[in-house]
């Protein structure tokens, strides 16, 4: 038996696809990306449910992730977005994958291993975070050109400032930028066949300005980037746009007990109760990814009701109230995120309460956690306009 698991609805997976592919038409390369164990979600059941749904290539950062999807029989293209040890090269290319570049050394080294490999120039745009400036960029695809094997297949940037805002006056500064940077590298030459600079609130507000290829992120899990993005798409009279969230995080009653009132509970002695309090025992923690920020703030689901969080969270452990749910015995279900009965605790509900980002709280979810396919598990999906209204 799992004391905590992951159901994972790769329906709506491959619907959250769906919808993209709608929006962006179908010459436009759809690249989900499955980066730090598919946000959480694991990269296999992710990966796989996306190409169902019609994704073309995925996303990775690391060659690891990229190993992995390889071994489980992924043969979709996969494009690596981090960084590539010089000493990994040759996997690079047995693993039969696009790669992201930006030093000499990297060229030198594929040129000497006599390597092939198709590349991907990161231009500097705004974000100054991995990248060349445009001459800088010139100089290297140069360099490339003189490599019979090496090929420049895309160009990509990365938006600093599209999802925390209304207005986007960085991000369209950053569009004209790569612009540029394209036209440069094809007036010398260069085709370029996959320009990609959009994310999941590019892809969202400008469909029409997503180039060869959309690399989604949080909105492919069936997440909005943010509530300025709901608020953008709402505005841009896209806000029917429905995503589906596809993961609920688990764990079952580990013990219930009772204690007096005036009984501290847990570390700190951050909470007293007040009654006669029927407490619930969870075996989940910090250390799971379950955030310590959560401590005497949050709630989770027991018998289709709320049960609130008593005292800190611990590495392994968490005590929630069930003093008002006299159904919960050992070894019932509580859910951590996701729906159970009419109640739903959502991933933005959490980084609320842990004054953190919806990214953080599914993407630090413990890989050794079990994950499971379950199609249809996660309910229906929600439009921007449901959500906004409820914001409203």
């Excluded at 010459?27 to 296999?44: C, E, I, Q, R």
């Excluded at 990994?88 to 006599?114: G, K």
């Excluded at 006056?169 to 540029?180: H, I, P, S």
Aim: aromatic share 6%; glycine share 8%; charged share 20%.
């Amino acid at each position: 038996m799992d004391w905590q698991w992951c159901e994972i609805d790769t329906d709506a997976l491959s619907n959250n696809i769906r919808t993209f592919r709608r929006l962006v038409g179908p010459d436009v390369l759809l690249s989900p990306t499955v980066k730090s164990n598919a946000y959480g979600h694991d990269a296999v059941i992710t990966g796989k449910a996306f190409l169902a749904g019609g994704a073309d290539w995925l996303c990775v950062h690391a060659l690891e992730e990229a190993r992995r999807l390889r071994q489980a029989g992924v043969a979709a293209p996969l494009y690596v977005m981090g960084p590539v040890a010089l000493s990994d090269l040759e996997e690079a290319v047995a693993l039969d994958v696009r790669m992201v570049a930006y030093n000499f050394e990297t060229i030198d080294r594929l040129e000497a291993l006599n390597l092939p490999m198709k590349l991907h120039l990161k231009i500097e745009t705004g974000n100054h975070r991995q990248g060349l400036e445009l001459p800088e960029l010139l100089a290297l695809a140069r360099r490339i050109k003189r490599c019979p094997k090496l090929e420049i297949e895309g160009l990509a940037s990365h938006f600093a400032n599209i999802e925390d805002t209304t207005h986007h006056q960085y991000a369209r500064q950053q569009l004209d930028l790569f612009e540029k940077a394209l036209s440069a590298l094809r007036a010398e030459g260069f085709a370029v066949p996959v320009p990609h600079l959009s994310n999941s609130a590019a892809a969202l507000l400008w469909p029409e300005r997503v180039f060869r290829m959309a690399r989604l992120g949080i909105a492919a899990y069936g997440l909005w980037p943010s509530p300025e993005t709901q608020v953008a798409a709402v505005l841009r009279d896209r806000g029917d746009l429905q995503l589906c969230p596809a993961l609920t995080w688990k764990t079952r009653i580990a013990q219930v007990r009772e204690v007096p009132a005036g009984a501290f509970v847990g570390y700190g002695l951050s909470y007293m109760t007040t009654h006669k309090t029927r407490l619930a025992i969870l075996p989940v923690g910090y250390a799971d990814g379950y955030d310590r920020g959560l401590s005497n703030l949050g709630h989770v689901l027991i018998a289709g009701q709320r049960a609130p969080i008593r005292g800190r969270v611990c590495m392994n452990l968490t005590i929630v109230d069930v003093t008002d749910i006299p159904e919960a015995k050992l070894e019932d279900e509580a859910v951590l995120l996701g729906r159970q009965g009419d109640l739903c605790i959502t991933a933005e509900q959490l980084a609320g309460w842990a004054s953190t980002i919806h990214y953080e709280m599914i993407a630090r979810i413990r890989e050794g956690i079990p994950r499971y396919a379950m199609p249809g598990s996660a309910g229906e999906p929600l439009s921007a306009d449901a959500m906004y209204r409820e914001i409203k």
